[in-house]
């Protein structure tokens, strides 16, 4: 019997995104193709990774576009540039005087990306005194093909949970303990996290998954024993009066 992908299904996936009309793999989740391709990162845990359809835990179009498709089959998906890093707009084409660059030691160049105010730009020319510089994202207004391979559902609802942790948190798998009972899930943390975030994780958790009915995160203790009588404006450390770096 055939086997299709609905929304907040859990699903193991593999993928890897190119440029349409052009072999440039710009993403992908196989550590072969990332070494072959020349965008290896040390720091990237390869291999399938587990999503629930319609959580955006990947790319938006890219999520949308697996719904309805056979599970354990590879399948090639040409994404449009609204379903994939939207349209090149005009508006985030900037001028910026050539000297704000020399000023910071940046010999501006066409191709280079810069960072201004914390944002992330590519250099398009350079015209005297004045340099053009492109807020779009690289990929904006492109094609993308992203080649897919459903390999299975997840049915285990502790492999569920895990599954949306990892991600949502950037955490390993063998970092995150779940033990769930009697619809009560209590999930074990090797590291701490904001009471804001554990509180929206909650509520998504028990949106997919209807069989659980409570979460409970517990993280590591503070290293200060508990007994330890908190620090006086006398007791700051140098590091704890150092000024903010501009």
């Keep these: 019997m055939t086997e299709t992908v609905k929304n907040n299904d859990f699903v193991e996936i593999s993928y890897t995104g190119t440029l349409k009309g052009d072999t440039i793999v710009f993403d992908t989740t196989i550590e072969a193709v990332a070494r072959k391709e020349g965008i290896y990162d040390s720091k990237m845990t390869y291999g399938p990774v587990s999503i629930c359809i319609g959580q955006g835990q990947i790319l938006k179009g890219l999520d949308a576009s697996l719904e309805g498709l056979e599970v354990g089959k590879e399948h090639e998906l040409t994404l449009s540039p609204e379903q994939a890093f939207g349209k090149k707009d005009g508006k985030l084409m900037k001028l910026v ?13 066409t191709g ?7 944002t992330i730009g590519t250099i398009r020319t350079v015209t005297g005194g004045r340099t053009i510089v492109d807020f779009n994202h690289p990929f904006a207004g492109k094609e993308v093909v992203y080649k897919v391979d459903i390999k299975r559902k997840l049915t285990d609802d502790k492999e569920k949970v895990v599954a949306l942790l990892e991600l949502a948190l950037n955490q390993k798998k063998d970092s995150i303990g779940v033990d ?3 619809g009560k899930a209590t ?3 090797q590291k701490g996290f904001p009471d ?10 028990m949106q997919v998954l209807p069989s659980i009915k409570d979460v409970v995160f517990n993280t590591p203790k503070p290293k200060e024993a508990a007994n330890e009588e908190p620090k006086t404006d006398d007791s700051k450390t140098p590091a704890d009066t150092e000024k903010p770096q501009a």
Excluded at 97 to 109: A, L, R
């Design 97 to 109: 005087p050539t000297n704000v660059f020399k000023k910071e030691g940046i010999n501006p160049v």
């Design 180 to 182: 769930i009972k009697e």
């Design 187 to 189: 999930v074990t943390l």
């Design 112 to 118: 280079l990306q810069v960072n201004i105010d914390g």
């Design 196 to 205: 804001e975030l554990f509180k929206l994780l909650k509520e998504r958790m």
